[in-house]
């Protein structure tokens, strides 16, 4: 076994949310005592990914905290696993929204049958997964995590969702499963090609892999580059390989639909980072356009239908399509400004659009549904939450002052040099964020009592108007109780997210520091500099 310093930091991030799926799923006779828990481990492993941040020296290796030890000598595969500084910062986005996600869920009313130790112990497996798929320096080892957390995400769908969980399940499961299939393809042949450059010993080890097969011809490039692609694009999801999420963000349980759409779909967008630009560079260069093609039509499609949409959290899966447009166009753009400006969307688009799914969730939980036309009025008895969704709402649609207005102008500027055109189409999606956001605040928060707000403001159920030959009789539900705006634990839930959107819109430093060493080692791997370079920021390449 070989390791590094503080190895044992990102093997505690590894193993404690294992250890405590298979504690928190022994107390499934005891809901209570398995939500706390639950909270328990995940605050100990937000805790970890803390400790791992501060331990992580930006200017130092490109890949830190690393130990390897062998799992198939026969065929150089490793259980290898090491951090840089675009993995440290999603690592550490996991810790944040996971024990966020416990403590939201903590009333939710699950499926007949479902215990919240099964529920919460699929939670902490999935994280531990989702760890290792960031964290993963052996190629075999990443394709085989990065098909294995599709189970639990299954389960948590088909189990514990909506009306339609078996068909958004399965549908999740079969997109992601072939993209996968597709992505073992070229990592075979990457083991086969790393074979013939090393002397008849094939390896799977990444850094090995980005020596040896990156300066492959490039018609090799492109075939190889499509498979890992095609996977990436369909976990993205790009334009039009989306149309699991949608229907999966629509049948999830809340706490869920902020996992899938705030970490498990940024493993596409860190593949492209990760794979693609160091191991097929001369691919990377000759697709830039048609992967820019793609990346601007999500940012204007998902930004279209999302004005359309009347589910709340279809509309939340829309706007995520766009904005994941705009994190391809930043990464293919090929600036390492562009570049910071995309790993950081990744980083606030998981804080902002979680936090809109949260809120969103407390919403459908007084209101029992999920369609915005069932809302109305609902700030003059919900104060605060009617706060906390313009908040989340200004977040996601960039607005200064805000965590994600820093990563999307850091896009669009360091886009522009080298791709004018489709920055400025993408631009457009900026004035349709304004539009849809404002739009979903209005219906739900402004305007006349309507639907559940109406039942909340009179204390029993809105008035239902049955029409008849002799004209208009109005007929009253019985007795409700009334709409309660934030309680403690969910101000305690919500609380943070705030706090990090104003922060690090305010003084976003501590992420660009940590994430810019490891862009400009990507920008180098791949070959490419600076379209625009100062005296203060030069891309310097070894």
């Known amino acids: 076994m070989t390791s590094s310093s503080n190895s044992w930091l990102l093997a505690a991030l590894l193993l404690l949310p294992l250890v ?6 022994g107390l499934r006779g005891n809901d209570r005592v398995a939500k706390l828990t639950a909270l328990g481990f995940s605050l100990a492993e937000f805790a970890l990914a803390i400790g791992a941040w501060i331990a992580y020296a930006p200017d130092g290796a490109r890949i830190q905290q690393h130990f390897s030890f062998d799992w198939i000598p026969a065929f150089g595969v490793h259980i290898s696993f090491g951090v840089d500084g675009i993995a440290l910062v999603m690592i550490a986005v996991i810790g944040l929204l996971v024990p966020l996600v416990i403590g939201a869920g903590w009333a939710e009313k699950l499926p007949e049958g479902r215990t919240a130790g099964g529920f919460f112990a699929l939670i902490l497996l999935e994280q531990a997964l989702t760890v290792g798929v960031f964290a993963a320096t052996d190629v075999f080892l990443f394709y085989v995590l990065f098909e ?64 040896t097969v990156s300066d492959a011809p490039l018609s090799t490039q492109i075939w190889l580059f499509l498979g890992f692609f095609i996977a990436f694009a369909i976990k993205a999801p790009l334009v039009p390989l989306h149309t699991w999420l949608p229907d999966a963000t629509a049948e999830a349980p809340i706490g869920v639909a902020v996992l899938l759409v705030g970490i498990l779909d940024k493993v596409g967008t860190f593949g492209f980072l990760r794979y693609l630009l160091p191991l097929f560079p001369a691919a990377s260069e000759a697709l830039t356009p048609l992967v820019l093609v793609l990346a601007v039509a999500g940012v204007i499609y998902g930004s279209l239908l999302a004005v359309g949409q ?34 950081t969307y990744m980083v606030n688009h998981s804080i902002a659009t979680g936090m809109l799914i949260l809120v969103i969730g407390m919403v459908i939980a007084r209101g029992g549904s999920s369609r915005i036309a069932d809302y109305g009025g609902m700030a003059k008895l919900t104060p605060l939450l009617a706060g906390t969704l313009l908040i989340a709402g200004l977040a996601s649609l960039s607005l200064p002052g805000t965590s994600s207005f820093i990563s999307e102008f850091l896009v669009l500027v360091g886009s522009y040099p080298n791709a004018p055109v489709y920055t400025i189409i993408a631009t457009v999606g ?49 007795e409700t109780k009334k709409i309660l705006d934030l309680n403690s634990r969910e101000k305690w839930v919500l609380a943070p997210l705030v706090l990090l959107i104003v922060g690090l819109g305010l003084y976003p430093k501590p992420v660009l520091a940590t994430v810019q060493p490891s862009v400009d080692a990507t920008m180098c791997a791949a070959g490419q500099t600076d379209p625009v370079q100062s005296a203060e920021r030069q891309l310097q390449c070894p």
Do not use: C, N
């Not at 405590?20 to 799923?25: L, M």
């Not at 997109?175 to 094939?202: C, K």
């Not at 009592?449 to 008035?463: D, F, I, M």
């Open 148 to 211: 294995i957390m599709l189970i639990p995400m299954y389960f948590l769908i088909g189990s514990y969702g909506g009306a339609r969980r078996q068909y958004a399940a399965v549908k999740f499961f079969l997109y992601s499963f072939l993209g996968g299939l597709i992505m073992l393809a070229s990592v075979i042949a990457l083991y086969v090609m790393s074979a013939d450059e090393l002397g008849g010993q094939g390896t799977f080890d990444w850094a090995t892999l980005v020596q």
């Open 310 to 343: 009347s589910d709340m959290k279809r509309f939340v899966a829309y706007v995520s399509i766009a904005h994941f447009g705009f994190i391809a166009l930043g990464i293919f753009a090929f600036s390492s400004q562009a570049m910071t400006g995309s790993v």
């Open 20 to 25: 405590g799926a298979a504690v928190v799923t």
């Open 430 to 478: 900026m004035v349709f964020a304004a539009l849809y956001v404002l739009w979903l605040y209005q219906r739900i928060m402004q305007g006349p009592l309507r639907g559940a707000a109406l039942v909340g403001a009179t204390g029993g159920a809105a008035p239902a108007t049955v029409e008849g030959g002799g004209g208009v009789a109005v007929a009253t539900e019985p």
